[in-house]
């Protein structure tokens, strides 16, 4: 099976500008995840969907940060105005639905996002 | 709210030999999964192993197993014979149940590096 895309790889910007990442999940999978992984920790969970419907935004910083999954498969994630502590690898993952506990996340490669 | 920590930044081992990586978590929960995901340059998340709270029997996948002590919310992560290819940084991930919403929180990581 294919695996989650995601694009861009890389994208430098400058700070106060803005920038948009996109996620195909795994096909027939219900919840994706967005995570934001600063250099040297751990991912941190931004926001995830079932479907096209938001499960826990409760770590987006809404005031920059928007996601959305309209037609619940595709989901595009974008930052404006961007900050230098923006500056991170975006990751997307899927998953079959929310309580298929036994069913893994399947990661994207990551979008490397450097803000000058 | 659940936490996980690695207090080990980077761990290296010899070619062939044995490397153990330390876990710990904090939870009220009874009921739960733990996970260990290595991510090489590629940054791609690669799912290496997974424990069910609810049994016993520690988890092996071919040369990676895990220890898993529940009273002391330890999950530590045993690569034996060691390969160039396991050189990656190794994320511990603890995922709750239920309303929770299926989601994972990560660890720190832990860098490994192997010595030829």
Request: with cysteine; proline share 5%; glycine share 6%.
């Given at each position: ?41 751990g ?74 | 709210?659940?936490t996980v920590t690695q207090s080990q ?12 990586l330390s876990c710990t978590y ?8 733990l996970f260990w995901y ?10 290496v192993i997974r424990q ?14 895990v ?7 330890s999950f530590s992560l ?12 190794y994320f511990c991930a603890y ?9 994972l929180t990560f660890g720190g990581g832990t ?6």
């Open positions: 099976e294919a695996g989650v895309a995601q694009s861009p790889r890389y994208k430098i910007i400058e700070k106060r500008q803005s920038v948009a990442f996109w996620c195909n999940p795994i096909s027939g999978h219900a919840t994706l995840y967005w995570y934001q992984q600063i250099l040297g920790q991912p941190k969970l931004l926001i995830q969907f079932q479907n096209n419907g938001v499960v826990d935004d409760s770590q987006l910083p809404k005031d920059r940060f928007s996601a959305e999954r309209l037609k619940g498969v595709d989901s595009t994630l974008k930052i404006q105005p961007a900050k230098l502590e923006d500056s991170a690898v975006y990751l997307c993952a899927s998953s079959l639905d929310l309580f298929s506990y036994n069913s893994p996340l399947h990661f994207g490669n990551g979008t490397r996002l450097t803000v000058t | 709210a659940q930044p980077e761990m290296s081992v010899q070619e062939a030999e044995t490397v153990t904090d939870t009220s929960e009874s009921d739960y999964y290595k991510q090489p340059p590629s940054r791609q998340m690669i799912l069910e709270a609810y049994k016993q029997q520690n988890a092996t996948e071919n040369r990676f197993s220890n898993f002590q529940k009273a002391a919310k045993k690569i034996s014979d060691s390969q160039l290819g396991d050189a990656a940084m995922r709750a149940l239920g309303a929770a919403g299926n989601k860098r490994v590096l192997v010595k030829p």
